[in-house]
């Protein structure tokens, strides 16, 4: 079984900064995707930010220029810089990761999310 943890949400005033962290756990040959989502509430879980396994990164576009996403390979673990934050980055943010535990079978994986509030 694999397990992702998140970690670094909290409570920050708008302009600030958080970094979070997502660690991939359990039985893993390969994570090819790694990706940051979230859900604020009344609303759909939307992509932030992934990154591939080769480095390849896609961002969605209210963040692109505020928020960072970069993986340790050999860790495992992604993690997502995020600057210059705004009330309405207010939301749970998950991580999710494609992961192999055998060649040639990938399984979608999610962690259990980290509350990040942005107060005015």
């Known amino acids: 079984q694999v397990q992702l943890v998140e970690s670094g949400g909290g409570l920050v005033q708008a302009g600030g900064s958080l970094r979070l962290s997502c660690a991939a756990s359990?039985?893993?040959?390969?994570?090819?995707?790694m990706g940051w989502y979230r859900q604020a509430p009344g609303k759909q879980r939307e992509l932030v930010a992934a990154?591939?396994?080769?480095?390849?990164?896609d961002y969605a576009d209210s963040m692109k220029g505020r928020f960072t996403i970069s993986r340790d390979n050999a860790k495992n673990t992604v993690y997502l810089e995020m600057n210059s934050l705004k009330p309405e980055d207010t939301a749970v943010y998950y991580c999710?990761?494609?992961?192999?535990?055998?060649?040639?079978?990938?399984?979608?994986?999610w962690g259990q999310g980290t509350q990040v509030t942005v107060s005015s």
């Open positions: 359990g039985s893993i040959y390969s994570i090819n995707y």
């Open positions: 990154v591939t396994s080769g480095g390849n990164t």
């Open positions: 999710r990761a494609f992961v192999s535990v055998v060649v040639g079978v990938s399984t979608w994986y």
